[in-house]
């Protein structure tokens, strides 16, 4: 054989092995999903997933209507449409185990990880009880307690950050995994794939989660983005990807329990794409001109995540009465947490100078 043909071949070998069981890796995670894409819950599961989304859906047009009256100020974006994501994969979650971190868009995923709504809104309020101590707002929230890192507001940033507590969970041996959460438009920042190729050569234990809500701000996924299958994006850092309907919240843990077994066996990363919808404009102070409302209306009409789940509970034997009493019992909690955060004071002004980073270099 020639002395470079030689190389070559040697290099591929070291580079992934025989190629066509490397692909089938790549590939194999999506397969077992497709195969079997549903969770199978009993009523009891499918009523407490049911409850959550319903919490988030409720506490979100809550915090939409008091921005309204000015009880919350700066940017405040609604996870309104998406609540199959946060709700599926973070009940596949152990707690006090795993970590999760996303981006600004974040109320939906501390309510999913069982964070008291009363906290989140007193932090949206900008009051002392809140979460980040009523500094931080919407964008800004924070439970090293609950394993959650934020709350971002730098599109993308989460996605090394989330790279950073992988390591540390890798490090540490605590047998843990991150979920890292970010949108379609973050997907085409650089920061994400020098991420992919460290946390891949590293086999970190992290799951990329792409919030494919079809927008960033006012731009379609489309007109932006030149592959738009975003679970294919790992490809290239032999990355295995999931395609997965985020409007489902069973096929949603269905998926996110193939993913955790991966990624805690030690694999490496995997990289979900969720494909969701968000009803909301990107915050709130978008005129939503780039799409109609008839494109809305049709997603809340024939693919509302909560609106699934209420019928599969119809058909179990849940009673329309039973789900109203839950309903309304969300709504009271909600309302609950709202006047809690209306009536607690707001911090202190001492508090100007605290949780400051001030360094000499
Ligand atoms: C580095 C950076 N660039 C731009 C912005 C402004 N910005 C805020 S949100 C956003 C769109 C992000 O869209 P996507 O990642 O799809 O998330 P979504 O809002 O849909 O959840 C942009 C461009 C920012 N905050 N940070
Ligand atoms: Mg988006």
Known sequence: MPRAAKSKAKTRKSAGDDPSNSDFALRSLQEAHAADPRYKANRKKLLELYEQM???????????????????????????????????????????????????????????????????MAELTGRQAGISKGKGGSMHMFSTEHGFYGGHGIVGAQVPLGAGLAFAHQYREDGGVTLSYFGDGAANQGQVYETFNMASLWKLPIIFVIENNQYAMGTAVKRSSAETEFYRRGTAFRIPGMDVNGMDVLEVRKAAEVAIEYVRGGNGPVLMELNTYRYRGHSMSDPAKYRSREEVKDVREHND?????????????????????????????????????????????SELYTDVLVERY
């Not at 994969?89 to 309510?111: F, N, W």
């Not at 019992?329 to 911090?347: Q, T």
Request: charged residues 30%.
């Open 54 to 120: 319903l919490l988030i859906r409720r506490f979100e047009e809550k915090a939409g209507q008091l921005y309204g009256l000015g009880l919350i100020g700066g940017f405040c974006h609604l996870y309104i449409g998406q609540e199959a994501v946060a709700v599926g994969l973070q009940s596949a979650l152990e707690p006090g185990k795993d970590s999760v971190i996303t981006g600004y868009r974040d109320h939906g995923h501390m309510l999913a990880y069982g964070i008291d709504p009363k906290v989140i």
């Open 305 to 349: 995540p909560i609106e699934r789940a209420k019928k599969e509970l119809l058909k179990m034997g849940e009673s329309e009465d039973s789900l109203k009493a839950i309903d309304k019992s969300i709504r009271a909690k909600v309302g609950a947490a709202a006047d809690f955060a209306e009536s607690s004071p707001e911090p202190d002004l």
